[in-house]
Structures are given as C-alpha cells and as structure tokens.
Nanobody, 124 residues
C-alpha cells in the first residue's frame, strides 16, 4: 500500500508557472508507475502526465506537451509536475496517482492509489 500527498497548487495568472509535488509513504516508491491527472468541475478526470519507474520514460497528452514536465526522485519518494505557460483552461484539481503495473497507462481506472488532490486556479 502507498499513501500519496500532493502539494504546490495555488492561484496564479495566465502565463505563470507552478510546480506540483507528490510525496509517497509506505511501500517502495520505485515499484510504481506515477502519474498526474486533473479534474475540472463538471468534467471527467483526465490524464496529464506519467513517468516510468526509473524515470527514463514519460508520456503526455497533446495539451501538456511542451508546457508540462513530469519528473521523479525515487530516493525522496517524490514525483513532480512542472507546469509552465499556464492557461485558464488548466484550472482543475490535480491528482497524483500510482499504478502497480510495469508500463505507462492512461486512464484513471488503471491506477490503484490516489492522493487527495491539490487545486490549481489560473486567472486570465
């Protein structure tokens, strides 16, 4: 079992940057695929980024490519999401998730462990 706690959200202006962090406790962190998802009011939870166990592989949807970067420090049991050039449409509750599988997957149902989320609000 792994417990996940996100931090780093906040209120920013369009064009600003934020770095989200997710720290894990419990079972060996480096055995999990880690990902970020987000959910805006009235919308489904959507995939934002994922990273392989050693951190050598990443995946992003089109809206995140070139603006968001996921990274991890296994020794610190932490995964990060660097978000640049933020837009009002990036406003959402951002969740950290962990998957016990060995390859990156893209849908929320694939992930077994979730944090409580951290709010990101981007004003225009």
């Amino acid at each position: 079992q792994v417990q996940l706690v996100e931090s780093g959200g906040g209120l920013v202006q369009a064009g600003d940057s934020l770095r989200l962090s997710c720290t894990a406790s419990g079972r060996a962190f480096d055995t999990y695929i880690m990902a970020w998802f987000r959910q805006a009011p009235g919308k489904e939870r959507e995939f934002v980024a994922a990273i392989s166990r050693p951190g050598t592989g990443t995946a992003y949807p089109d809206f995140a490519k070139g603006r968001f970067t996921i990274s991890r420090e296994n020794a610190k049991k932490t995964v990060y999401l660097q978000m640049n050039s933020l837009k009002p449409e990036d406003t959402a509750l951002y969740y950290c998730a962990a998957d016990e599988n060995s390859f990156i997957r893209y849908t929320p149902n694939d992930y077994q462990h979730w944090g409580q989320g951290t709010q990101v609000t981007v004003s225009s």
